[in-house]
T-cell receptor
Framework: EAGVAQSPRYKIIEKRQSVAFWCNPISGHATLYWYQQILGQGPKLLIQFQNNGVVDDSQLPKDRFSAERLKGVDSTLKIQPAKLEDSAVYLC??????????FGPGTRLTVL | AQSVTQPDIHITVSEGASLELRCNYSYGATPYLFWYVQSPGQGLQLLLKYFSGDTLVQGIKGFEAEFKRSQSSFNLRKPSVHWSDAAEYFCAVGGQTGANNLFFGTGTRLTVIP
């Protein structure tokens, strides 16, 4: 069974630029999460989707971050414009009903 | 409020020695508890989970954890550490209903010396 796929794996941008991350969850997993993991910290939830609907985006900085999950499968997370403090690893995870979350390898973002 | 505390930021053990990583949680309902491991440049891999039943759970790679409700703890143990166990370890708590979001601790970095 293929795992959660993310791309790109690494991205370096300058502040005020925009960036987008892509996630392909495990087939059949209805729930998808985006986490932000700042160096030295644990992952923090940004947004949760159930199929193509948003369940929780209370921690998403909506002035600069946006996310969508078209057709309830793939998802993209966008930052526009990026700030220095957005430097982090962005993790995507998916979950079948009532089970643990499966994580992708993450995208490491560096904002200069 | 939900929270997870991992009091040890960094632990160093000798290869072959036993290991215990501490985790304390705060959660308003019956918790689901998890331990994940993260190697450099990698995503999170699930080591073990506790949902209900036997409070001593076995995981992959020889790890085990014990849920102690009275102490709000879910400590991770391994009787004999291998050099390949060097990584970052995260404890997480989630709910049994609703959104089932995970709240992570800040992690414990494990160094294994020969």
């Amino acid at each position: 069974e293929a795992g959660v796929a993310q791309s790109p794996r690494y991205k370096i941008i300058e502040k005020r630029q925009s960036v987008a991350f892509w996630c392909n969850p495990i087939s059949g997993h209805a729930t998808l999460y985006w986490y932000q993991q700042i160096l030295g910290q644990g992952p923090k939830l940004l947004i949760q989707f159930q199929n193509n609907g948003v369940v929780d985006d209370s921690q998403l900085p909506k002035d600069r971050f946006s996310a969508e999950r078209l057709k309830g499968v793939d998802s993209t997370l966008k930052i526009q414009p990026a700030k220095l403090e957005d430097s982090a690893v962005y993790l995507c995870a998916s979950r079948p009903d009532f089970n643990e979350q499966f994580f992708g390898p993450g995208t490491r973002l560096t904002v200069l | 409020a939900q929270s997870v505390t991992q009091p040890d930021i960094h632990i160093t053990v000798s290869e072959g020695a036993s290991l215990e990583l501490r985790c304390n949680y705060s959660y308003g309902a019956t918790p689901y508890l998890f331990w994940y491991v993260q190697s450099p440049g990698q995503g999170l891999q699930l080591l073990l989970k506790y949902f209900s039943g036997d409070t001593l759970v076995q995981g992959i790679k020889g790890f085990e954890a014990e849920f102690k409700r009275s102490q709000s703890s879910f400590n991770l143990r391994k009787p004999s550490v291998h050099w390949s166990d060097a990584a970052e370890y995260f404890c997480a708590v989630g709910g049994q209903t609703g959104a089932n979001n995970l709240f992570f601790g800040t992690g414990t970095r494990l160094t294994v010396i020969p």
